[in-house]
Each structure stands twice: as C-alpha cells, then as structure tokens.
C-alpha cells in the first residue's frame, strides 16, 4: 500500500477562487489569460492586430494564430465587439472590443462609448453562446478612463443586461482585476449595484 496523497490537481484546471458579488457575477484578482471560461474579453484598439497592456498578453498567451484570425476581422470600431477563438488560451473564445481613449472634455460620449464597448461584448457572447465570461478593466490603463467611473459603467451595464431575460444563458460574468488599486476600487462600487448574495 504506497499511501501516497492524490497528486494536487493542475492549477490550470483548478477553478479559481472567485468571490462572488450575486450568484452571476464575482470578482476575481489576477492575470485574465489564466481563466477557464468560456471566453475571456480582449481591451483591443480598433486595429485588433495586438497592442500593449491585456491586449498583449491575450496574444502572447493566445499564440500567433489569434493574430491570423483577428487580420480576417477588418477591425472593430469603438464600442464595438467581434469574438474569435481562444487557441493556446485556457477560455474557448475571446471577446475582442475597443473602448473609448478617454477624453475628460468629452466625457459624456466616453461614458456612453464604454456602456457600448460592455454592452456589445455581452451581446457578441451570447450570440456565441459563451456562457461564462470574463472582463478586464476596459479603458483604464494606456486609455487613461478614471478608475471609478469605469467601475460604475462595468458594473451599472453588466446588472442591466443580466436583468434581461433575452440574457438568461449567461450563467457567470467575472470582473478580473489586475492591481490591488483596481480591486479596492470594485469593492468599494459593487454594494452600489449588487446585493451580497
Ligand atoms: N490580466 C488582467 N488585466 C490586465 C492584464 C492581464 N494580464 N494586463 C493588464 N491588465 P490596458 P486600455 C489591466 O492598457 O486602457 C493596448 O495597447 C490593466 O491593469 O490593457 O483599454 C490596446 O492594444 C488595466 O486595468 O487597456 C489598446 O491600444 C486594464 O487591464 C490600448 O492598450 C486595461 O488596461 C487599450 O487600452
């Protein structure tokens, strides 16, 4: 009888620890290439030909065929979104869209340019029957989109969606926040729009 322990399952088929904000939505604090969902969104320019930031690291992870696909797209316009394959990526698909730069003299059409870039990426999902879906901070890093405000429209947008019942196959959408500023920042704006479960 050797007794040995069970070899600890492999981190990347291990589900994370997400903490849940409502039963369809949590917030979880990391690299968003590292998720097993069913497709993790890409904050793109409207090139969809690769850039910094979590653009880049969707590449690196993704591998050049996701470069190959995206060059089909024709690009993307700001608050759109268009879905490809996830490739080397543990997410099945990723949802490619393009917030907007943000302009502090033009902040009602940024505003209403990110509820589109949200919206559209829910959207795109559920026509590509993605039922569980991550989301990084879109706009908020090269884009230069405060913080706080984001916040608001990422979460403001993802409840009203939800509360459509067109939206009721879309089992999880996670908030995946990279630095701990973000993640004080989601916490302190979720009780505005979720209810503790
Ligand atoms: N996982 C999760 N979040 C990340 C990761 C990661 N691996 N890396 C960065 N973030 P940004 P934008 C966070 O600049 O402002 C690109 O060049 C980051 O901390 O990636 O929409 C595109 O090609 C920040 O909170 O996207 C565009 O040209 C958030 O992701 C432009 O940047 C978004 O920061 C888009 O700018």
Do not use: M
């Given at each position: 009888k050797s007794g040995a322990l069970k070899p600890a399952?492999?981190?990347s088929s291990?589900?994370?620890a997400y903490s849940h904000l409502s039963n369809r939505v949590a917030l979880w604090q990391g690299d968003i290439t590292?998720?097993?969902?069913?497709?993790?969104v890409?904050?793109?320019?409207e090139s969809l030909l690769g850039g910094g930031g979590v653009d880049g690291a969707i590449h690196r992870a993704a591998g050049p065929e996701l470069v190959k696909e995206c060059r089909t797209l024709n690009g993307c316009k700001t608050g759109d979104a268009k879905v490809t394959k996830g490739?080397?990526?543990?997410?099945?698909?990723v949802v490619h869209t393009v917030g907007p730069i943000y302009s502090r003299s033009n902040a009602g059409t940024s505003r209403s340019k990110l509820q589109s870039a949200y919206r559209r990426s829910l959207e795109a999902a559920t026509e590509a029957d993605i039922k569980t879906i991550a989301f990084p901070s879109i706009s908020t890093g090269v884009y230069g989109y405060p913080i706080e405000e984001a916040t608001n429209v990422s979460l403001?947008?993802?409840?009203e969606y939800l509360a459509d019942k067109e939206s009721s196959q879309l089992e999880l959408v996670v908030f995946c926040v990279f630095g701990d500023a973000d993640k004080h920042v989601y916490e302190q704006v979720i009780p505005k729009h979720f209810?503790?479960?």
């Amino acid at each position: 009888k050797s007794g040995a322990l069970k070899p600890a399952a492999p981190s990347s088929s291990s589900l994370p620890a997400y903490s849940h904000l409502s039963n369809r939505v949590a917030l979880w604090q990391g690299d968003i290439t590292k998720l097993e969902v069913d497709g993790i969104v890409n904050a793109a320019n409207e090139s969809l030909l690769g850039g910094g930031g979590v653009d880049g690291a969707i590449h690196r992870a993704a591998g050049p065929e996701l470069v190959k696909e995206c060059r089909t797209l024709n690009g993307c316009k700001t608050g759109d979104a268009k879905v490809t394959k996830g490739y080397k990526l543990p997410a099945k698909h990723v949802v490619h869209t393009v917030g907007p730069i943000y302009s502090r003299s033009n902040a009602g059409t940024s505003r209403s340019k990110l509820q589109s870039a949200y919206r559209r990426s829910l959207e795109a999902a559920t026509e590509a029957d993605i039922k569980t879906i991550a989301f990084p901070s879109i706009s908020t890093g090269v884009y230069g989109y405060p913080i706080e405000e984001a916040t608001n429209v990422s979460l403001e947008v993802t409840g009203e969606y939800l509360a459509d019942k067109e939206s009721s196959q879309l089992e999880l959408v996670v908030f995946c926040v990279f630095g701990d500023a973000d993640k004080h920042v989601y916490e302190q704006v979720i009780p505005k729009h979720f209810s503790p479960q």
